[in-house]
């Protein structure tokens, strides 16, 4: 292990993951190695079916790696943890509850008396601007509504860590943009270590600290590109031409790759 990796937050150690399919393997990770900082904001972009939900889904604990190690504080993961709270581009949000009932539900395996869950819970709902729609079921919330309700689900567990897969993926341009600077000021404040996955490279280059590029067959990391642009990320930020710049470079790294190396065996996906 490297300094930088001993030191790190979150640590992946040429993660592997292959998949049996049919009589052959199909290479979804082919040792990757990356090193998050304690508070780091880092995005993952890359082509469809390049591992980068399966690289997340291996921190969160929700899949193993076939070889190599992830590391959270120095610690290898073995399962899912509270201090790593998950948020899909699907809401999972339970249909049967209400917004304040739906974020208490992410308290109730701690232990905490009834009175400090529905604070904690009416505190996180607040964050989110959804305290007009606390009693509301999810069925009559908007998608940009729900995902704020999963959110503020995430968040009253307090995880160190948010893995974030395609979150805004579902909703629309401004509701999008809205919830981008809602995230940034909750980590400005917070400073939790967020990996978020996303297709879209101006939002990769937004939120991020650091653009983590990802190729396919097998899922690799190509290029992790510095964002080195100041927060709060204003608008301001978003039209300047070093923005753009940036964006032009992790566009570049996502829609020109080298052809796979085409280690697929047996894979006729
Ligand atoms: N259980 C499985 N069995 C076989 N192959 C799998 C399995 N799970 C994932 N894969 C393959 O592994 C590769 C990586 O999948 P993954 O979902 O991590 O990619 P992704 O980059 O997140 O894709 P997308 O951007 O489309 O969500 C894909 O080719 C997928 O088909």
Request: proline content about 5%.
């Amino acid at each position: 292990m490297t300094d930088i990796q001993e030191q790190a937050k979150i640590s992946f150690q040429n993660v592997r993951r292959v998949y049996d399919v049919g009589r052959g393997t199909f290479e979804a990770l082919g040792g990757v190695d990356l090193a998050i900082a304690d508070g780091e904001f880092v995005t993952v972009v890359g082509p469809s079916g390049c591992g980068k939900s399966t690289l997340m889904n291996i921190c969160a604990g929700l899949e193993t790696a076939s070889s190599g190690t992830v590391t959270v504080d120095g610690t290898p993961v073995d399962g899912p943890s509270p201090h790593r709270g998950v948020i899909f581009q699907q809401y999972a949000l339970f249909p049967w509850l209400t917004v304040r009932k739906n974020v208490e539900f992410g308290l109730s395996l701690q232990k905490m008396s009834r009175a400090e869950r529905r604070e904690r819970a009416e505190h996180f709902i607040e964050l989110v601007g959804l305290t007009g729609f606390i009693d509301a079921y999810p069925k009559t919330l908007s998608g940009g509504m729900k995902q704020r309700c999963a959110i503020a689900r995430a968040y009253a567990v307090d995880p160190s860590i948010l893995l974030m897969d395609e979150p805004f993926g579902a909703l629309d341009a401004l509701t999008r943009v809205s919830l981008q600077d809602q995230l940034l000021r909750t980590w400005s404040a917070d400073r939790r270590t967020v990996m978020f996955i996303t297709h879209d490279v101006d939002e990769a280059v937004y939120l991020a600290r650091r653009v983590v590029v990802m190729a396919k067959e097998p899922g690799r990391i190509v290029q992790v590109i510095d964002v080195d642009l100041p927060y709060p990320r204003t608008e301001e930020v978003r039209l300047s031409p070093e923005f753009a710049q940036l964006r032009g470079e992790v566009w570049r790294a996502v829609y020109h790759q080298p052809p796979s190396e085409a280690l697929t065996k047996g894979h006729t996906a």
